[in-house]
């Protein structure tokens, strides 16, 4: 049994701002224009909003580099627009939950301006290492392509940074850190905001004197050091203290991003006693084993179901709790993923949210999504604008030449995910009535929501119906879970159940027919399909879901 929470029964929808709504015409996504269209997500189901960064930033990464923790982004808006956000969210009922980016922080924050500057104390805010002989102080890489330190002239220094080279990795052993750290966070708490995403919380404590990675992870991995950081030493012990001090007296919800970590170790940070953190964001279900984000493969739903059947029946019963999604900001299109085909695109599209309405957790909607939105058809480099495939682009062209170095970028380019959301056949897409910063997808005259609203059969009306269906059962939220027929390749076969109702779900996870193993069930009835009428077999992705009675 399990203790009841908004955060478990909520169905939680990410924002990018960047490219959600423009109000002003700059091109640019903002919050009044996120305020305009809070009925299309209280509409569509939504309780809670969780809004990628909107602090005041440079935007290296498009706000995870903050400059500055107490202010808005000048291209989003006022600190009085955010405030106004708020209210409108709460008016409606739903939450909001913020970013909060506190592993690193942007080189333009005044903590490190002032450790350039000379300062003993902000130097101590940041992993500063003295100059020994010209090279870095280990072999650590960043993700974003070169080593992870920035040689500094003036103090004859080098600074740790595991992303861009404007995101300076924060020192979190220094007590003074740790306590501006939790201040700003409860400053956002006294605001009324309802909780937090913590961008690669795991990431924040680093093995005592930063030695070198080890060569054979480094080069399994493609990055160096991050055994001595991914589940650094004081990890539960930072945890505990912002909850303690932050988190717990505002009773704020926690989701924290950890790349990496594994079943047994995301227990350990969510299993409710230990009191660290409320969720986590597990990533190995996103690419299939033996691959890697920017490899040119199709993803295997199988995968998904081997991942899904574990989870299911190992972390709950650690009294663990489960976020479910399949796309954010820094990754493509999951429908493109696993199917490009045009063809499929419907059908596929309606099993991914069949799979993460029906299965146990919370789902995580990433905008777009439920109007199944595509990768972007990018035609040459000067299209993308994230800094991981522009670094990535640029160090690979020296070695495979301009067009190859193109294509691996464009598989796995967190820009696919980033287009405006596309909202009528409007030019711009309803987005902007400027220029907007990064390409509209030209296919966004058929894929926009004004259209599938219209349209009964569209994925965004099967969105709608699956979350009302979740909100007036609770077997698909408390309900148990039994996995059926789990060895059987490409169908998905699972039963949901609580006291007062079972549901019976049947996927076929491919593009070919598959023979139906849910015959057994004579006494059930439709509710949901992604086909209008049952067939002896299952058609290509066909997702059925079933009252049994
Ligand atoms: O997308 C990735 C690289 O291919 C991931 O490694 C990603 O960088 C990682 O999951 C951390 O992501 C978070 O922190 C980054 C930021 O760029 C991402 O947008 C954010 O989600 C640094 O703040």
């Known amino acids: 049994d399990f203790e009841r929470k908004w955060w478990k029964e909520a169905v939680i929808y990410q924002i990018y701002p960047r490219s959600f709504q423009d109000s002003d015409g700059d091109g640019i996504g903002d919050l009044k224009g996120i305020c305009s269209r809070l009925d299309y997500l209280k509409d569509l189901g939504i309780d809670a909003i969780w809004l990628s960064p909107v602090y005041d930033s440079p935007n290296d990464d498009n706000g995870y580099d903050i400059r500055d923790y107490y202010a808005i982004m000048k291209e989003f808006g006022t600190m ?30 005044e903590w490190f301006k002032k450790a350039l500057e000379g ?41 740790l940074h595991l992303f861009s080279k404007k995101q300076m990795d924060l020192n979190w052993e220094n007590p003074d850190l740790r306590r501006d750290v939790i201040a700003m966070i409860k400053w956002w708490l006294d605001k009324g905001v309802d909780g937090f995403r913590l961008d690669v919380i795991n990431y924040i404590s680093k093995k005592e004197g930063l030695p070198d990675g080890n060569e054979l992870i480094g080069q399994l991995m493609g990055y160096y050091g991050v055994e001595h950081y991914f589940y650094g030493p004081k990890l539960h012990d930072y945890l505990k203290e912002i909850k303690k001090e932050a988190f717990e007296p505002y009773n704020a919800f926690t989701v924290g991003e950890t790349p990496g970590i594994g079943m047994e170790m995301s227990k350990l940070l969510t299993a409710a006693y230990r009191k660290e953190l409320d969720m986590i964001f597990s990533f190995d279900h996103l690419e299939t084993p033996g691959h890697s984000k920017f490899d040119d493969y199709l993803y295997d739903l199988n995968y998904y179901k081997e991942y899904m059947i574990d989870w299911m029946e190992n972390y709950y019963k650690d009294n663990c709790w489960m976020s479910l999604f399949f796309e954010n ?18 059908a596929l599209g309606k099993l991914l949210a ?9 789902p995580f909607i990433y905008q777009g999504q439920e109007i199944g939105a595509v990768n972007r058809d990018f035609k040459s480099i000067d299209d993308l604008r994230d ?16 067009e190859a170095a193109f294509k691996k970028v464009l598989c796995g380019s967190r820009d696919h995910s980033r287009t405006p959301m596309q909202w009528d056949a409007s030019e711009n897409a309803g987005f902007t009535t400027g220029t907007p910063w990064i390409g509209i997808c030209g ?15 569209s994925i965004l009306n099967f969105y709608r119906k699956l979350i009302r269906l979740r909100k007036e059962n609770e077997a698909f939220v408390y309900g148990d879970i039994k996995i059926l027929d789990k060895k059987k390749k490409n169908v998905f076969t699972y039963i949901r159940s609580s006291k007062d109702s ?48």
């Open 80 to 109: 009085e627009d955010f405030d106004n956000l708020l209210e409108e969210v709460h008016k409606r009922g739903m939450k909001l939950i913020m970013d909060l980016v506190i592993n690193h922080t942007s080189d333009e924050h």
């Open 119 to 159: 300062s003993e104390k902000y130097k101590d805010y940041y992993h500063f290492a003295d100059n020994k002989d010209g090279n870095p102080p280990n072999n650590w890489t960043s993700f974003f392509s070169g080593p992870a330190w920035n040689y500094y002239d003036k103090l004859d220094a080098w600074a």
């Open 329 to 346: 900001h820094d990754n493509p299109r999951m429908i493109s993923k696993v199917n490009p085909d045009p063809a499929y695109r419907k």
């Open 354 to 362: 069949m799979m993460q309405l029906t299965l146990k957790g919370t």
């Open 387 to 402: 800094v991981e495939s522009i670094n990535l682009y640029n160090e690979l062209k020296v070695s495979v030449g301009e």
């Open 443 to 457: 296919d966004y005259k058929n894929i926009n929501v004004e259209a599938e609203l219209k349209d009964e059969d």
């Open 502 to 549: 079972t549901f019976l779900i049947e996927c076929n996870l491919c593009q070919y027919p598959v023979k139906r193993s849910t015959n057994k069930y004579k006494s059930k009835q439709l509710i949901l399909s992604n086909y209008n009428d049952i067939s002896d077999i299952l058609r290509p992705y066909e997702a059925n879901l079933y009252r049994i009675v």
